[in-house]
């Protein structure tokens, strides 16, 4: 199939792909942790997390409260609507909040779909907003989290900063309301004080040790916010998935657009001009075969050799829309038969219980057969091989070359259309693609028989 995508895929070759001089940390993540931007940031979205629950958890309880009151007048669904609608809102900010501290993006859930203009219509899509009734949820089960997460964090960095410093307290200050050192028990009788080298020291090592595992405690807990913001104040499942396949909707239209405007291309640009060529050819022909038939004959002549490379032009067209011998063998003739155009030596194995459904089978023949063309141009490779298997509830293929290597689908590169026609179809594409070769380029398709 004589299509574009083939030219990004070796501008990849070849390339340096490594990572760039001088971005390692010289010191081990659990040494850097206190000292790094992250860890204060996550520290203060926990700090701000207690006050943020608070007035959230106010809001929804009185206003809540007073809209459940109100139903027994009409005054209740206003009041409950508003409810709602400042839960929305402080789950807008909110998702600003994690995205700022905790570098959490999370999207905005599905907006309300009011279908008529009015107040009441308004009211009613708020109230129907599952969205909404999250938000209210998160409102509610974020003040005893905030509670419990500022209380750890706080306790422990003040014990750990408190230990870690203990040494310079203590000469600072050697003797505090007549007993030196921290006090560890007291009662009537007896207690026992840290006042000597010896455990000074011992209170700054597991001051230390509290220091380096506070961050790490403090990120568990931001984890748990986050998941919080993700599941609650983000778009449910059915609407993510009815987005993705609202966009996979629109790959597969725009692809079979851009396919419709290149077979009319082909058509127009080479059959068609050949076969009015050929049309005018014949009728000079015809008119030179009573005054010059030898003239004739060399026009018809040359009108046969037209004919010839039309007929191939539009079998090529045919055979790259759907090849007859793929609709009537399967797969594995098909890719035989594509692998014999390659310009490289390519060992085929199909091992398929059935064959699964034609679109399915038509996608899976376009990607062996991009593939192929891509590794003809670009990879200087010796030899290649194709192996398509089925696994589970997946079509798997894979294509690999011995070739120079670098290929990448990320950088809008025909392997980037590839993966973006399985995708419209729940499939995956994975590229890997070292400078200096081997490639190995692994699509899955759904399976369906």
Request: charged fraction near 20%; aromatic fraction near 8%; hydrophobic fraction near 45%.
């Amino acid at each position: 199939m004589a299509m574009e995508y083939g030219h990004g895929y070796g501008q990849g070759y070849g390339r340096e792909q490594g990572r760039p001089a001088g971005t390692g940390h010289r010191l081990p993540a659990g040494l850097r942790a206190p000292f790094e931007a992250r860890t204060w940031r996550e520290f203060g979205y926990v700090l701000l997390s207690l006050p943020v629950s608070i007035v959230l958890f106010t809001w929804t309880v009185t206003t809540v409260s007073l809209g459940a009151g109100l139903l027994v007048t009409f005054l209740g669904v206003p009041v409950l609507a508003a409810a709602l609608a400042g839960c929305r809102g402080f789950g807008a900010l909110e998702r600003a909040r994690a995205r700022g501290l905790l570098g959490l993006d999370v999207a905005a859930p599905e907006p309300l779909r009011v279908r008529k203009p009015g107040a009441l219509a308004w009211m009613g899509a708020v109230l129907k907003s599952g969205a909404s009734w999250r938000n209210l949820l998160y409102t509610l089960v974020q003040l005893p989290w905030a509670v419990f997460s500022f209380s750890v964090a706080v306790s422990l960095w003040t014990l750990s900063l408190s230990l870690l410093t203990y040494p310079l307290w203590f000469w600072v200050f050697p003797m505090y309301g007549g007993h030196g050192g921290i006090q560890l028990y007291g009662d009537e009788h007896h207690s026992v004080y840290l006042d000597n080298p010896f455990e000074i020291t011992v209170a700054a090592l597991v001051g230390l040790l509290f220091t380096l595992a506070t961050p790490w405690i403090v990120r568990a807990l931001t984890t748990v916010d986050g998941l919080l913001v993700r599941g609650l104040l983000g778009p449910s499942p059915l609407s993510a998935r009815v987005v993705e396949l609202e966009s996979d909707r629109g790959v597969v239209v725009d692809t079979a657009a851009a396919d419709l405007r290149r077979i009319e291309r082909d058509l127009h640009d080479g059959a068609q001009a050949r076969l009015v060529n050929l049309a005018m050819d014949l009728g000079l022909a015809k008119e030179k075969l009573r005054e010059d038939p030898r003239a004739a004959a060399q026009m018809v002549e040359e009108a046969h050799g037209e004919v010839k490379t039309a007929l191939r032009e539009l079998r090529d067209l045919a055979r790259g829309i759907h090849p007859a011998v793929l609709t009537d063998r399967g797969l594995d003739a098909a890719l035989s038969s594509v692998a014999t155009r390659c310009t490289v030596p390519v060992k085929v194995e199909v091992d398929l219980p059935g064959r699964p459904a034609p679109a399915i089978e038509g996608i899976a023949y376009f990607t062996v057969s991009e593939l192929l063309q891509n590794i003809s141009k670009h990879s200087q490779a010796r030899s290649a091989s194709v192996d398509v298997w089925h696994a589970e509830d997946r079509l798997l293929i894979q294509v690999t070359d011995d070739g120079v290597g670098g290929a990448d689908a990320s950088r809008g590169s025909g392997l980037a259309g590839l993966a973006g026609r399985l995708d419209a179809v729940d499939g995956v594409l994975v590229v890997d693609s070292p400078v200096g070769g081997p490639t190995r380029v692994v699509a899955e398709l759904p399976w369906r028989a």
